[in-house]
């Protein structure tokens, strides 16, 4: 079968207008295909350069492909069922500043460039203390401090040479987080005060919020995929119909991303923190909640799980009684936006792995579920019994063992090493069961806060961890739904 590549399709050629750091998923289904959509209907004509994040990544996959990839997107569209192949043309150069770091800073000079984009999942916007200006840099945030600044020189700091950087991290207020970061490295490496005036005033970091379901590469139907496109592509990627962007930014943004000209979803607002709270709490708290318990339970898939007669109410009890009662907006609202969410959980063309969910599940538990159980328990003075259950079935899904088949558990080795050894210490007794909580709830590198200290959450906890121990996940959970 042929392989994918220009003699398959010769996309136009594109200036430059975007600077993008991560090759991943979710940007190619995501920001890539609204660049795309802008170069479609609206005249954008922009082309994107891709910048790997890792020393280890898809740059090279990228260019032998010269460029090109398929987006599959899959669900309900204006009432229908649609499934789209679309052919992504809008990337037209990919570096690895690893091995190419003058390659890298040379994109500081393309005049065309206006926008930087970004996703380099929530531990990207990070600050590493031993990053130089020379490089090759480790941290993202550095690698575009030493851009930015081959920018200022290039240009002789001229004021219209500035980029909007809008990070898509699922971190809260991911601009101002990046800013800060930038700007510690010039400060720290001694960048000059021009420069930090030109950083400052020239600049815009923009606070965003993404939604949009991508399960990515079809590795266990990817024959199938080829036979149906007619081609080989190794970067395929698929994702649901619904998309939404909510960015915070200037004025002009709408100028520079002519978006009301497509049907991408993309809204432009003063304030974000509502959009994000809203989707993080209750569609990605509802992912984590829900994936160690229903894989536990023995199922795959979001979809089989929503469906699923005891699973299915454990997750909207979760949602409904537990989550949204903590969420300051009204309460319709969120009652119809978490409806939404289980109509996106239970699209029919698209199988979402519980387990891919479940990379870095302790970090998810603290940012997206720990907030609204902690929330509920100042509110109620009561713990949200399904969010705990959650909490305990984690320990347990940590332990790596689903009968006799191996979990790939996929987090931080500091985090693999706590529950090694934590479970290796575990006597199979109650004080076993307290014993091994107790060293999670309060050393877990990710919590915030020692989790022992919230009142009552220990002992909950060895109770529904005993519970799943001694009883299976499928009683326990029983137990729980009473
Ligand atoms: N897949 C989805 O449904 C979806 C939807 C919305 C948001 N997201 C967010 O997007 C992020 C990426 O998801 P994906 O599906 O594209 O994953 P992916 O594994 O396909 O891509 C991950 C990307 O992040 C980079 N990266 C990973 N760790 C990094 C680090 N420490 N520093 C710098 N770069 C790093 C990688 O180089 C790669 O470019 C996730 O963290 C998630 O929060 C995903
Ligand atoms: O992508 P992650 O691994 O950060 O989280 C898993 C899912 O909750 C997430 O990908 C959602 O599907 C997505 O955030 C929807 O917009």
């Known amino acids: 079968m042929e392989k994918l590549s220009k003699a398959l399709h010769q996309a136009p050629p594109r200036p430059i207008k975007v600077i993008q750091f991560g090759e991943g998923n979710f940007l190619r289904a995501f920001t890539d295909w609204t660049v795309q959509k802008l170069n479609d209907e609206a005249d954008f004509n922009g082309g994107i350069a891709v910048v790997q994040p890792l020393p280890v990544g898809l740059v090279d996959l990228l260019a032998s492909q010269d460029f090109l990839y398929t987006h599959t997107l899959k669900g309900i569209k204006n009432g229908e069922p649609v499934k789209e192949h679309l052919l992504n043309d809008s990337i037209v150069s990919a570096v690895n500043?690893?091995?190419?770091?003058?390659?890298?800073?040379?994109?500081?000079?393309?005049?065309?460039?206006?926008?930087?984009?970004?996703?380099?999942?929530?531990?990207?916007?990070?600050?590493?203390?031993?990053?130089?200006?020379?490089?090759?840099?480790?941290?993202?945030?550095?690698?575009?401090?030493?851009?930015?600044?081959?920018?200022?020189?290039?240009?002789?700091?001229?004021?219209?040479?500035?980029?909007?950087?809008?990070p898509c991290e699922l971190i809260d207020r991911n601009g101002d987080k990046l800013k800060e970061v930038v700007e510690r490295h010039a400060r720290e490496w001694q960048l000059g005060e021009a420069f930090e005036a030109w950083l400052g005033e020239a600049n815009t970091f923009c606070n965003s919020l993404v939604d949009r379901i991508v399960p990515g590469y079809p590795r266990d139907r990817i024959q199938e995929v080829w036979e149906e496109l007619g081609y080989e592509d190794q970067l395929v990627v698929e994702s649901e119909q619904f998309n939404l962007w909510v960015i915070e930014g200037p004025a002009g943004l709408k100028e520079l991303l002519p978006v009301d000209r497509t049907d991408c979803n993309v809204l432009f607002v003063e304030d974000m923190t509502p959009y994000r709270t809203r989707k993080v709490r209750i569609l990605n708290g509802a992912h984590t909640t829900l994936v160690p318990v229903a894989y536990l339970y023995g199922i795959d898939t979001v979809k089989e799980s929503v469906e699923h007669p005891v699973v299915g109410k454990y997750l909207a009890q979760a949602v409904y009684e537990e989550i949204i009662p903590t969420l300051d907006l009204p309460k319709e609202e969120l009652e119809s936006f978490a409806a939404e969410v289980m109509d996106r959980f239970r699209n029919p063309f698209i199988s979402h792995q519980l387990l891919s969910i479940s990379l870095n599940g302790m970090s998810k538990y603290n940012t997206r579920v720990l907030p609204s159980l902690e929330a509920y328990l100042r509110e109620k003075g009561a713990l949200p019994k399904r969010l705990v259950f959650s909490l305990a079935a984690m320990l347990v899904f940590y332990r790596g063992l689903r009968g006799e088949e191996t979990i790939p558990v996929n987090d931080a080795e500091d985090i693999l090493e706590l529950f090694r050894k934590a479970w290796a210490a575990f006597d199979g007794s109650e004080e076993g069961c307290r014993s091994l909580a107790r060293t999670v709830l309060a050393h877990a590198p990710v919590w915030t806060a020692d989790l022992t200290a919230l009142p009552g959450l220990l002992d909950l906890v060895v109770e529904y961890l005993g519970l799943i121990l001694e009883k299976g996940m499928e009683e326990a959970l029983q137990e729980v739904l009473l």
């Open 97 to 166: 500043p690893y091995t190419d770091h003058a390659g890298y800073l040379g994109l500081a000079a393309v005049e065309t460039v206006k926008i930087v984009i970004s996703n380099t999942t929530e531990s990207g916007i990070a600050y590493e203390p031993e990053d130089t200006l020379e490089g090759p840099q480790k941290g993202f945030p550095a690698k575009l401090t030493a851009l930015l600044h081959a920018r200022f020189k290039a240009f002789g700091g001229d004021p219209d040479k500035g980029f909007v950087i809008i």
